[in-house]
């Protein structure tokens, strides 16, 4: 894959629009590189049970860039990493996540759901699998794998976003100056969004939108956006070449989700887009090592 002429033309595009975006390292990094990013959603999530360790470490054995992974806060103030705001759907409890202590969550089953809905893909080590906490999943830091951290709109706030940052900071994954940032922050939460760059300016920011926002963004639109984020992030479905373009000339990088198909990662990487969200990262390194 030769990207290198497109990323010369879009880097000195880049340096010249958006200021804004000089702190986080992230523009340099995309104008520099030749590779797509590898963003595994909720880890290898097609191979293993979501959002637990094992999917986290399945991704980066996978060949992932990057490990997304979402927030909500227990009843005791616990940063805890699930998709869902509810616990019906992947694990043996019921109702919110709010509603239950870390030692409450920690008892509960992450992992048995998996073999009812994948029975092929089932191993025994799943069962009894437990629902991380953030520091948990940070731990597998060691290494080149980095983390895409989302906040969840009913959960956003001062209150997980103070938290968040005091977790970055402890495990010293907050960006210094010129350093390349190892967090991502990504949220359908404008509000959100615009605090923890305000709190955190190096660190970089994706703003999301669901599957009827998104489309034709206008140019004022998109620079609203690149004041405070430096990408976008969308259904694949929606995505076009003409978007990818309008992106990257406004400053934005654009991370389409979630994609598992190789014919739509190719599509999508012909069109220059910055990276891919998969729950299949071992499909796109695959794919990504084809050229």
Same mark, same amino acid.
């Given at each position: ?11 000195? #595009?880049? /340096?010249? $629009?958006?200021?804004?975006?000089? !702190?986080?390292?992230? @523009? ?5 590189? %030749? ?31 990057? #490990?997304? /992974?979402? $927030?909500?806060?227990?009843?005791? !103030?616990?940063?805890? @990493? ?5 616990? %019906? ?203």
């Amino acid at each position: 894959m030769r990207r290198h002429r497109h990323w010369l033309q879009v880097g000195l #595009v880049l /340096l010249v $629009l958006v200021p804004a975006l000089a !702190g986080t390292g992230m @523009v340099e990094e995309a104008t520099a590189r %030749d590779k797509v990013w590898n963003i595994a959603h909720r880890g290898a999530s097609g191979h293993a049970p979501e959002s637990t360790l094992p999917a986290y470490q399945l991704a980066r054995r996978m060949g992932a860039d990057w #490990v997304e /992974l979402d $927030l909500h806060l227990t009843r005791d !103030g616990h940063l805890v @990493v699930i998709h869902d705001e509810t616990l %019906d759907r992947t694990t043996d409890g019921t109702g919110p996540v709010r509603n239950y202590t870390l030692a409450q969550l920690k008892r509960l089953d992450a992992g048995s759901w998996f073999g009812k809905r994948h029975p092929r893909k089932w191993h025994p080590d799943f069962q009894g699998l437990r629902i991380p906490t953030l520091e948990e999943v940070l731990r597998l830091k060691k290494g080149k794998i980095r983390f895409s951290i989302e906040i969840k709109p009913e959960s956003a706030g001062p209150e997980l976003e103070g938290k968040l940052i005091r977790t970055l900071e402890k495990h010293r994954l907050l960006p210094g100056k010129g350093e390349t940032p190892r967090v991502m922050i990504v949220s359908f939460d404008r509000a959100s969004l615009n605090r923890v760059h305000r709190l955190m300016p190096r660190v970089p920011l994706i703003q999301l939108f669901h599957y009827r926002e998104a489309g034709y963004f206008s140019p004022r639109t998109l620079r609203h956006i690149a004041a405070y984020a430096d990408g976008i992030g969308y259904d694949h479905r929606r995505v076009s070449r003409e978007d990818v373009r309008r992106a990257h000339r406004h400053g934005l990088m654009i991370h389409p989700y979630t994609v598992n198909r190789p014919r739509d990662m190719r599509r999508l990487i012909r069109w220059g887009v910055d990276g891919i969200v998969t729950n299949y990262p071992d499909r796109l390194n695959r794919v990504l090592r084809q050229g």
